[in-house]
């Protein structure tokens, strides 16, 4: 049994930074790419940046473009977001998925997390 367990959310100012780990368990995702998708109150939840098993190939929505940082270590199992120049905007509930392709699509995604609850101050 596959699981991704997010950690890392928190409260922050306005024009701070956190860093988002998921780490995978049950079974090396071999080859998936990763994902990190986010669900703001009443809003649909929606794709923010996505990374290849090598980590070579990366892709970020234009909202978050220049200020957060997707990462892995397959060696620990872990992928990273790291969350620069927080806006209030940014506040959602963040979730990482695996899939065996690199995508923007929410439906094609295989496996995921709970969430972490990201919260922006202004």
Do not use: H
């Amino acid at each position: 049994q596959v699981q991704l367990v997010e950690s890392g959310g928190g409260l922050v100012q306005a024009g701070g930074s956190l860093r988002l780990s998921c780490v995978v368990s049950g079974r090396t995702l071999s080859g998936y790419a990763m994902g990190w998708f986010r669900q703001a109150p009443g809003k649909e939840r929606e794709f923010v940046t996505s990374i290849s098993w090598s980590g070579s190939s990366t892709y970020y929505a234009d909202s978050v473009k220049g200020r957060f940082t997707i990462s892995r270590d397959n060696a620990k199992n872990t992928v990273y977001l790291q969350m620069n120049s927080l806006k209030p905007e940014d506040t959602a509930v963040y979730y990482c998925a695996a899939n065996q392709i690199m995508t923007t699509r929410e439906s094609a995604y295989d496996y995921w997390g709970q969430g972490t609850q990201v919260t922006v101050s202004s």
